[in-house]
């Protein structure tokens, strides 16, 4: 079975600090993919990043960063110099080849206060 | 028109009445979903379905009947729905085991 955990339900930062949001991932298969996505208030989910098992090279896009640790089952997600404009649910998710479907961490509610 | 969309984006219905959500992706994808989200509860995968035909439906209501006339295409038909009902209606859109494309939701209210 598949799993994705995403332990802080809310967080609170005030504009331009970092933040970090969590997401810790279980499954057997060997290749999988993971993925983070943005809610904002309007509702849409928007896609942010894909992951593959086999590349666990970090990525870095402006002030977007990911962190991929296999040995810790671990995909965190760093906003760097955060903005109002970040504000929303983050969702971290999994996919992998025997599931086909992806499956949802529970969100992280990002509020960054001007 | 480009990526997810979803129409209409509001609509308020009787527990008597019968109604349809309609998504369209402009993406060529060979995958659609639809998801169920209600406040303070994660996303709930409702139906899948690949190359038209339907592949996953995790225990929904009957009062729900998705339809997908083709790949570009699918509908969530609702008949006599609950107002535990209303919620927000995602529709998505993939290559298979690939990121979903994600259209903008139906809010759904049941009075």
């Known amino acids: 079975a598949q799993k994705v955990t995403q332990a802080q339900t809310e967080i609170s930062v005030v504009e331009k600090e970092d933040v970090t949001l969590d997401c810790v991932y279980e499954?057997?298969?060997?290749?999988?993919?993971l993925f983070w996505y943005k809610q904002p208030p309007s509702g849409e989910l928007v896609f942010l990043i894909r992951?593959?098992?086999?590349?666990?090279q970090n990525e870095i896009s402006g002030r977007y960063s990911w962190n991929f640790q296999k040995s810790t089952s671990s995909f965190n997600f760093t906003i760097t110099a955060s903005q109002v404009v970040d504000s929303a649910v983050y969702f971290c998710a999994l996919i992998t080849g025997s599931a086909r479907q992806l499956t949802f961490g529970s969100g992280t509610q990002l509020t960054v206060l001007p | 028109e480009t990526g997810v969309t979803q129409t209409p984006r509001h609509l308020v219905m009787g527990m008597t009445n019968k109604k349809s959500l309609k998504c369209e992706q402009h993406l060529g994808h060979n995958a659609m979903y639809w998801y169920k989200q209600s406040a303070k509860k994660p996303l709930e995968l409702m139906f899948v379905y690949s190359l038209e035909e339907r592949v996953e439906n995790n225990s929904v209501p009957s009062r729900f009947s998705p339809e997908c006339p083709n790949s570009s295409h699918l509908f969530l038909h609702l008949h006599t729905l609950q107002p535990e009902d209303s919620a927000l209606y995602l529709c998505?859109?993939?290559?298979?085991?690939?990121?979903?494309?994600f259209g903008p939701g139906t809010r759904l209210t049941v009075l």
């Open positions: 499954t057997r298969d060997t290749t999988y993919y």
């Open positions: 992951r593959n098992s086999f590349d666990e």
């Open positions: 998505a859109s993939s290559q298979t085991y690939n990121e979903q494309f």
